[in-house]
T-cell receptor, first 120, second 114 residues
Framework: NAGVTQTPKFRVLKTGQSMTLLCAQD?????MYWYRQDPGMGLRLIHY???????AKGEVPDGYNVSRLKKQNFLLGLESAAPSQTSVYFC???????????????????FGPGTRLTVL | DQQVKQNSPSLSVQEGRISILNCDYT??????FLWYKKYPAEGPTFLIS?????DKNEDGRFTVFLNKSAKHLSLHIVPSQPGDSAVYFC?????????????FGKGTLLTVNP
């Protein structure tokens, strides 16, 4: 199993250009996530998906769009890149957490290797 | 407002000694906590977790302690090895409809010196 893979690994864009980051997972996970990591900021959730055909906004969604046309793929799009979007982007996936009262069920998220994006 | 705080950006320890990484949280709804480890140019990998019904969870050299009253958890690595040098992220989740969501701290860079 490849786990979670991301394409491309590196990319340099000019301001205003567009691009799509691809995430693929082969673990049959229902949930998928896009995060960005900036120096001193930790991991922040951009968008997530709870299943094929559904997406939702996370903590920092502005300037990004996503699509989940197939269960195994989650795409992150930048329509008009800005220097503020220079970051490392991580995709993650997980099984659907069990819905119950009390302490959360185990909710390990599996991460891809990341895409380093620079916007000039 | 940061709900998960890792106040030490970095920590340096000698090989063979104990490493203690700390994490504080402010949201009383958090009831499940995870530690992730990240090497440069790689994605984070899950290390160990703890539910709020426990105060300790151990896995080999790694032990996580949870103090709910203080809203504090810590990761102990004993003995520390050079291969443990990485950034460690603390993360938390809450029960209910949003239990998929993990809130991460900013991370602590651990350096284990030979």
């Amino acid at each position: 199993n490849a786990g979670v893979t991301q394409t491309p690994k590196f990319r340099v864009l000019k301001t205003g250009q567009s691009m799509t980051l691809l995430c693929a997972q082969d673990m049959n996970h229902e949930y998928m996530y896009w995060y960005r990591q900036d120096p001193g900021m930790g991991l922040r959730l951009i968008h997530y998906s709870v299943g094929e055909g559904t997406t939702a906004k996370g903590e920092v969604p502005d300037g990004y769009n996503v699509s989940r046309l197939k269960k195994q793929n989650f795409l992150l799009g930048l329509e008009s890149a800005a220097p503020s979007q220079t970051s490392v982007y991580f995709c993650a996936s997980s099984y659907r957490p069990q819905q119950r009262q009390g302490p959360s069920s185990y909710n390990e998220q599996f991460f891809g290797p990341g895409t380093r994006l620079t916007v000039l | 407002d940061q709900q998960v705080k890792q106040n030490s950006p970095s920590l340096s320890v000698q090989e063979g000694r104990i490493s203690i990484l700390n994490c504080d949280y402010t949201n009383s709804m958090f009831d499940y906590f995870l530690w992730y480890k990240k090497y440069p140019a790689e994605g984070p990998t899950f290390l160990i977790s703890i539910s709020s019904i426990k105060d300790k969870n151990e896995d080999g050299r790694f032990t996580v302690f949870l103090n709910k009253s203080a809203k504090h958890l810590s990761l102990h690595i004993v003995p520390s090895q050079p291969g443990d040098s990485a950034v460690y992220f603390c993360a938390a989740s809450a029960s209910g409809g949003s239990n998929y969501k993990l809130t991460f701290g900013k991370g602590t860079l651990l350096t284990v010196n030979p």
